[in-house]
């Protein structure tokens, strides 16, 4: 079996990732798996250079295939904020549930038809040796007045996706699965790993 890591320390993205991942034929593992993993540093401006530097610094250091996620939040009223700071918007020391609080009180007197945003994701694999390739997913949605539901991670509480009532954190695991950016990405991965396996 190939072995792939996954190039991620965040549990909510490893298991939404494993979870796909495991049924496509590796022998899979995170970064939480591992000791002394490299460190990263994201400083790229989009979502792509990010996962790209996180699958390439991974698959480079173990000599292994590596698929790397990078995604984030993507709020029109904001000028696109948090985006690629999604991890650290307000401050390395803030907790999911301090960010989120921190977004709706950034977006107070903002009504309800102006607070449109989406949750975007990349996702970069890079074989040693081979070019990275990347996958794309994006779900539309706005930012609640309130958060609600407990399951998920991040900002789900407070993103309802288009076409639901529910937020993301209402969701199922497989429904969250069917409609999310990282969702989508992965079955393109899965889709050209079929073809070019
Ligand atoms: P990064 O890709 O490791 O830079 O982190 C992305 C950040 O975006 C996460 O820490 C979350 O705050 C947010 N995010 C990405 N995907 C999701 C999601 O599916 N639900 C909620 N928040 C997300």
Excluded at 78 to 104: C, F, I, W
Excluded at 131 to 157: C, K, Q, S, W
């Amino acid at each position: 079996m190939t072995r792939l890591i996954v190039a991620t320390g965040n549990r909510g993205k490893t298991k939404e990732i494993n979870s796909i991942v495991a049924d496509l034929g590796f022998e899979v593992s995170s970064l939480l798996d591992v000791e002394n993993p490299p460190e990263i540093i994201e400083d790229g401006d989009t979502f792509e250079a990010n996962a790209v530097k996180k699958a390439q610094t991974v698959a480079d250091f173990y000599q292994c295939a590596s698929l790397a996620d990078d995604s984030g939040l993507v709020v029109d009223a904001l000028d696109g904020a948090p985006g690629v700071y999604s991890a650290r918007y307000g401050g390395h020391g803030l907790n999911d549930t301090q960010r989120y609080e921190k977004l709706l009180d950034a977006l107070k007197d903002v009504p309800a038809p102006r607070r449109t945003a989406r949750f975007e994701c990349a996702l970069a694999f890079v074989v040693p040796g081979d070019v990275p390739h990347i996958f794309r997913g994006t779900v539309e949605g706005h930012i609640a007045l309130a958060p609600r539901g407990t399951n998920g991670f991040g900002y789900d509480p407070v993103f309802i996706p288009n076409g639901r009532s529910e937020s993301m954190a209402e969701l199922d695991n497989a429904q969250k699965r069917q409609l999310s950016h990282r969702g989508q990405a992965l079955d393109s991965f899965a889709a050209w790993l079929q073809k070019n396996k």
